[in-house]
């Protein structure tokens, strides 16, 4: 099985966890840590909708959770007639802890699946670079 298909998998079987009652927008991400194990999350609605979590947040916090502070690929999966890129807010998320040149792979339950790259989703990230350290 490719490691692309492999992401997909782990996505799509996530996704079908998600809790989003109120929009039923269901999402699910997987991502390679540089060590090679995978996480995963979904999204979880709240109906205070600004306190909900998108599933690349909650992929991310299980890998720190997990011990692995860098991400190699991502892949994003909803049922959607297109693929979905994430949020701005997860784009700087993911920023944080993999390179512009990450593979991030968008895709529909459905199998249809685009590969672009954090730099092509993040043009001009806002990184540690223009922080005093």
Not at 15 to 44: E, H, M, W
Not at 46 to 70: F, H, K, L, Q, V
């Amino acid at each position: 099985m490719s490691k692309e298909r492999e992401l997909f998998n782990a996505a799509i079987k996530v996704q079908k966890n998600a809790y989003a009652p109120y929009s039923n927008f269901l999402v699910g991400a997987a991502l390679r840590s540089s060590s090679g194990k995978i996480y995963t999350g979904c999204n979880v609605e709240n109906i205070a909708y600004p306190e909900g979590t998108c599933a690349e947040a909650g992929a991310i916090a299980s890998m720190i959770a997990g011990g692995d502070r860098e991400i190699k690929e991502l892949t994003v999966v909803a049922d959607s007639s297109k693929p979905v890129a994430p949020c701005g807010g997860c784009r700087q998320k993911i920023s944080e802890f993999g390179s512009g040149s990450i593979v991030i792979s968008l895709a529909t339950t459905s199998g249809d699946i685009i590969s672009t790259s954090l730099e092509e989703l993040l043009p001009g990230a806002f990184d540690q670079s223009f922080m005093k350290l």
